[in-house]
């Protein structure tokens, strides 16, 4: 029996984020420069989509660029940016194929006006796809996020449209950049860093981490189903015991 027959397809996490970590490690083993394990990375994302998509993912978030990585050398910024152009360029007719609806979380105001150019009109020519919706994290932080809703949140309170003591958790999950999108259950991150680098920190409260040593660019879907295969063996309490879970299962 191979590992995706092993799956339980009635356990299948809604929502799976990634954090595809490890690009430039992987270029630098092959002598190449970080750009080209940007480049191969594409495949990985296309290999994840699929894996995703077969097993009945729902929602599938990529930390495709942080707010911190603008400070990165303004050469890899700019080819990351192109990059990003056109694989979305090149992507949407097999996106629209495969009933995937693209949607983008984060700063987007602060990207170039060419990538926001191809991004709302992938995101318009895909939006009535309802196999699976590929969210990507773009000039995203999670501290950013917060405190941009705790503004808009503020700005309620001082014109008088909202009571403080009736903000709520559903009412900062309102304000933030992934409002209308459930929780991850499960956060993948590649390359065997193991920390949350200010991704999704609001919405990953009771999130399952899997951490794997593989570089993003050598992930496929095998390792895909590996995670979920891991997820499945974990028990989800939520601050309960066991026995009040198995007592509430019959």
């Known amino acids: 029996m191979n590992l995706k027959e092993q799956i339980d397809p009635k356990r299948i996490p809604l929502h799976v984020a990634i954090i595809m970590d490890g690009n430039g490690r992987w270029a630098k083993q092959k002598g190449e420069s970080r750009i080209m394990g940007h480049i191969s990375g594409v495949e990985s994302v296309r290999e994840s989509l699929t894996a995703a998509t077969e097993l009945g993912v729902k929602h599938l978030t990529l930390y495709a660029f942080s707010t911190e990585n603008w400070n990165r050398p303004k050469e890899e910024v700019d080819a990351l940016m192109n990059l990003l152009v056109n ?21 987007i105001d602060n990207l170039p006006e060419s990538c926001k150019a191809a991004l709302f009109k992938a995101i318009d020519q895909t939006s009535n796809n309802t196999t699976i919706e590929l969210i990507l994290a773009l000039s995203y932080s999670s501290r950013w996020e917060i405190v941009n809703a705790t503004r808009k949140i503020a700005e309620m309170v001082k014109k008088g449209t909202l009571d403080p003591a009736s ?3 559903d009412t900062i999950h309102q304000h933030l950049t992934t409002k209308g999108i459930p929780d991850p259950e499960l956060l993948i991150r590649t390359s065997g860093e193991k920390r949350i680098s200010n991704f999704l920190l609001w919405q990953c409260a009771y999130t399952e981490f899997y951490f794997t040593k593989t570089l993003w660019p050598d992930f496929k879907k095998e390792h895909f189903y590996e995670a979920i295969a891991a997820y499945q063996q974990r028990e989800r309490r939520f601050g309960m015991v066991s026995e009040q879970l198995n007592s509430d299962a019959h």
């Open 87 to 107: 694989t979305i360029a090149q992507e949407i007719a097999s996106l629209s194929e495969n009933g995937v609806r693209l949607k983008a979380i984060g700063d």
């Open 167 to 169: 903000i709520s958790e």
